[in-house]
């Protein structure tokens, strides 16, 4: 069973909201910003709204299992490089650090997408990072880039 996000949708065009991210032991739903589990702030945080983007530049880390996650949560917390945690416990694209490169709307799991476009850019060194469950299992979720 391959684990990608980049699988294609089966749903052609139908765009149902679904804001549900996973954080240790909750399997509910929550939007960004309410709390400290979904999006690691790193310092400087605008509060504006970010600007739309039709593509942004996305890396992550995946692994199976939950423990597994908050492991590499750990390692995040601990200063540790995004690429580096994402090489290491990462179970997909973990040769490059997890990079996805530039991905499109669309292009990406419906739940895994919507937590990555309401990231702020950030850099490996001092990720803002979301976490998300997917069928795919449990993401960590970094944009360097958006456009």
Same mark, same amino acid.
């Given at each position: ?28 739903? /929550?939007? /960004? ?51 580096? @945690? ?16 530039? /991905? ?27 976490? @998300? ?9 970094? @944009?360097?880039?958006? /456009?």
């Amino acid at each position: 069973m391959p684990l990608n996000p980049t699988t294609p949708l089966n749903m052609a065009g139908s765009k149902k909201p679904n804001d549900k991210t996973a954080k240790a032991g909750d399997k509910g739903t /929550k939007s /960004k910003g309410s709390s400290s589990k979904e999006e690691n702030s790193g310092g400087a945080s605008g509060g504006g709204k970010l600007k739309p983007a039709t593509s942004i530049n996305v890396r992550h880390i995946l692994c199976e299992k939950h423990s597994k996650k908050e492991e590499a949560l750990t390692k995040l917390r601990d200063g540790a490089k995004f690429d580096d @945690v994402a090489r290491e416990f990462s179970e997909d694209k973990a040769r490059q650090g997890g990079s996805l490169g530039w /991905k499109i709307r669309g292009a990406l799991d419906a739940t895994f997408e919507k937590a990555a476009y309401d990231l702020e850019p950030s850099t490996t060194g001092n990720p803002k990072y979301a976490e @998300v469950k997917t069928g795919h299992g449990y993401h960590i979720i970094m @944009v360097e880039g958006r /456009k």
